[in-house]
Nanobody, 127 residues
Framework: VQLQASGGGLVQPGGSLRLSCSVS????????MGWFRQAPGKEREFVAA????????YYSDSVEGRFTISRDNANNGVYLQMNSLRPEDTAVYYC?????????????????????WGQGTQVTVSS
């Protein structure tokens, strides 16, 4: 399984970016997917997820209402639409996919739930 994340860049505070994550090598569609981010000197943190085989979505408190995760059915992947960006959103953003099985909802916040990870894309929010 390979994941390819793209769409990062430099944006001013209050601006928007859309990240994309395409997935290849999966034998099933509509996988559970998540976005995480990691800023320098900090641990990787959960951003958003969509539950396997559904359109149910979950968000961290810090991005709720500003970010939207959605499925890219053509590439069996996901998008992350990021609006009202803040300097504290600056990080490397990673997409990840859940493997076989159907994790319980609460586990989508946890990195070990995900079997495969993309390479990360840098998002910098600065004036």
């Amino acid at each position: 399984v390979q994941l390819q994340a793209s769409g990062g860049g430099l944006v001013q505070p209050g601006g928007s970016l859309r990240l994309s994550c395409s997935v290849s090598g999966l034998t099933f569609s509509r996988p559970g997917m998540g976005w995480f981010r990691q800023a320098p000197g900090k641990e990787r943190e959960f951003v958003a997820a969509v539950r396997k085989s559904t359109s149910s979505t979950y968000y961290s408190d810090s991005v709720e209402g500003r970010f939207t995760i959605s499925r890219d059915n053509a590439n069996n992947g996901v998008y992350l639409q990021m609006n009202s960006l803040r300097p504290e959103d600056t990080a490397v953003y990673y997409c990840a996919s859940v493997g076989m099985g159907n994790p319980i909802i609460s586990s989508y916040w946890q990195p070990p739930t995900y079997a495969s990870w993309g390479q990360g894309t840098q998002v910098t929010v600065s004036s």
